[in-house]
């Protein structure tokens, strides 16, 4: 394949696919290094993509006849479990959902978990440094690796993959590309800790009328199993309603345990009405659900994206402001939903009659109010194509500065995955 694509323009290569766009499709770490250096050479820009499931646009080409797109859809080996240190390598275009199975099928447990598990890659979820829906427990994914390897645009490889679990022989590099978004260099390979799998995991459905109720279940609850306590989601009464089709007024929570224990936290819930409760199970019913709140939002024109996270206390301070702003400005539709556990909801919006003028007017203020309130505007979804305007406007200047340094160190000419991130 490389010798081929030396001999001919790479803008032609195989395989377009069918919106014209150049893939690339290579198979192993010494295919990517030729590839980016060749392209490094030509000045022709590359988008890694892997499931290609990201919220952000963080795959978008704005120029398709300056970029191809790199998939790592052919380097999906899982190489080794090393069951000594607990490490899982594997290559970067594996699924989450593969390495999830394997894990298992050895009694271990990969404890990253998204609702787009089945489609999105190894290499997408560290680039974007995925959350998902146990990150009260086990952290984002970054907490879970034990070293990557890397290719930079010019083809030079890091090879910073580990099965050492204390190694301070110099920084570790690969901790900066967990979040870069494809724009520092493109993930080959990464070394994955393992945790022993838990016996029992149990899930309840709950409803509850009051904000103030749920937050306090969930200290309740976190104080009382903060070993066991892997997922507290809240869907919002707005998003309950479109999707069940009759109006109710009530939050509805999921609220999960992983433990090597059989019992009961039905104690716990009786002064709440339990909607259904799962024990170990395969397919969930209640799961599901959740995954509907985010696959709906585009059908039921729940287009403007706001992607919070506030220290917890904060969070009722911004949902007071919210309902005012709503009193006063009555086209702005919400439909809020999330990982209140980890201090992260979805404050997501339709505008009727909507226009720029009225965006921005929301922007503005939910992004003030968060900084103000010490939050963040790209909890978990980074920030890609859509939001690539934010880093410059919310962030110090010494910050935006280091991250351009950061960014001319690794691809100098601004090939990889450009204006993503941060506008060129
Ligand atoms: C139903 C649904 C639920 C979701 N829930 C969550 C959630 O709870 N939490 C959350 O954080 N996200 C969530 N997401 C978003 C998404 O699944 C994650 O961002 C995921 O990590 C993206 O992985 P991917 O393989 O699809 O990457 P892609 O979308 O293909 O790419 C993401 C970014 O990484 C870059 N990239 C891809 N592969 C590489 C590589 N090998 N090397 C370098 N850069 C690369 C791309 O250029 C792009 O900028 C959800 C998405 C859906 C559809």
Redo the contacts with the bound molecule.
Sequence with gaps: MLKEIKHINLLKLKTQNNNGSTIVFPKNTLEVSKLLKLCNKRKIEV?????????VK??FQTDKTKSILMS?KQMNKIKTIDEDNLIMTVE?GVTLERVQQKALSKAYLFPVH???HK???I???I??N????QVLKYGNIENNINGLEIVLMDGTIINQLSILKKDNFGPKIWKLFCGS??TYG??TQASLNLLPKKNYTYTYLIEISKFTALFKLFKQLRSKYFDQLTSYEVIFPEPVSILNQKYTKKFNIIVEFNSNENKSFNNDFEKFKVIKFEKNKIQSQIWPLR?KV??QQAENSYLYKFDISLPLNNWSIFLNAVKIFHKDNASYEPYFFGHLGDGNLHCNYKINNSNQKKYQKLENSIYQLVIKLGGSIAA??GL?YSKNHLIKKYKSREHFEILNKIKSLFDKDKLL?RN?LIKS
């Design positions: 988008v890694p993509i892997g499931g290609n499931t990201n919220r963080g795959t790592l970067a998204v609702a787009s489609e999105c890659n290499g997408g979820n680039s974007t995925v959350g998902g829906l978004e494809g493109i993930i995954t985010v696959t978990e979804h890609g995955n993503k």
